[in-house]
């Protein structure tokens, strides 16, 4: 029954912001790790960031680091990802994914570590 939902996805001008959403039902945020990936059209799926909700330890891979914030409002079951200064080839469909956590501070940003995911939501950035 778990099942996560992607929203917050669209059109955005080079530079511009988005933040999206995660909505995870069947689970709470305790004791889960949650990272978010981006897949661009004939591309792997790629790590952007990853959260353990329990001590929200984060991490970003080196090319967002600086616009993008991952965050989590328990009470609401939800992860965002707040995205600025967005780049061209940034646009691709984004992926939440989540799994439990092993040990503290665990927060892989490798796909292959995440067990469920959502169906995405597109992100075009364009001029």
């Known amino acids: 029954q778990l099942q996560l939902v992607e929203s917050g996805g669209g059109l955005v001008q080079p530079g511009g912001s988005l933040t999206l959403s995660c909505v995870i039902s069947?689970?709470?945020?305790?004791?889960?790790?949650i990272g978010w990936f981006r897949q661009a059209p004939g591309k792997e799926r790629e790590g952007i960031s990853c959260l353990d909700s329990d001590s929200g330890y984060s991490k970003y891979r080196d090319s967002v680091k600086g616009r993008f914030t991952i965050s989590s409002d328990s009470a609401k079951n939800t992860v965002y990802l707040q995205m600025n200064n967005l780049k061209s080839e940034e646009s691709g469909i984004y992926y939440c994914?989540?799994?439990?956590?092993?040990?503290?501070?665990?927060?892989?940003?490798?796909?292959?570590?995440?067990?469920?995911w959502g169906q995405g939501t597109q992100v075009t950035v364009s001029s």
């Open positions: 069947g689970s709470t945020l305790s004791l889960r790790t």
């Open positions: 994914g989540t799994r439990t956590t092993t040990s503290p501070h665990y927060c892989p940003i490798g796909a292959a570590n995440y067990g469920y």
